[in-house]
């Protein structure tokens, strides 16, 4: 007598229930993978920002000019992932701050990163990591 050949139902659940919780696992992790490549948006804009006070300050001596007007900041970063803010803003210094917005503040360990004109990078949230990963 010749036995069928193929899957039985039991066979079939357990592949689908090996798949479920690898996806359980894999999915998470994923997500803060995109989350942390998304923060280059960021660096990217805050460095570009960082820039254009330096320019600002070499060419007026200031920060604020009182004459002549320097370049404006990005008010989001090149893929909308941040909105950025200059706050602080003296003859000598400033803060950038790049605050997560839409889909990336889910990014709550590193949700705000922020630099001021000494080059002090700082992020609220929790993570002590945001700058360096």
């Known amino acids: 007598m010749r036995r069928p050949s193929g899957f039985t139902l039991?066979?079939?659940?357990?592949v689908v229930a090996i798949i479920a919780v690898l996806t359980a696992i894999a999915y998470p992790a994923y997500n803060r993978y995109v989350l942390r490549s998304h923060r280059s948006?960021?660096?990217?804009?805050?460095n570009q920002d960082q820039t254009l006070m330096e320019r600002c300050y070499a060419q007026y001596f200031s920060y604020a000019p009182t004459t002549g007007a320097c370049p404006a900041i990005a008010a989001?970063?090149?893929e909308k992932y941040y909105s950025v803010a200059l706050t602080n803003v003296t003859?000598?210094?400033y803060t950038l701050t790049a605050t997560a917005i839409g889909a990336q503040a889910a990014d709550t360990g590193?949700?705000?990163l922020s630099v001021d004109q000494a080059g002090n990078k700082t992020a609220t949230g929790g993570s002590a990591n945001c700058w360096g990963s």
Do not use: G, Q
Not at 10 to 14: A, D, Q, R, S, T
Not at 41 to 46: E, K, Q, R, S
């Open 91 to 93: 003859a000598t210094t």
């Open 76 to 78: 989001t970063s090149p």
């Open 110 to 112: 590193c949700a705000t």
């Open 10 to 14: 039991i066979e079939l659940m357990i």
């Open 41 to 46: 948006d960021a660096y990217a804009v805050l």
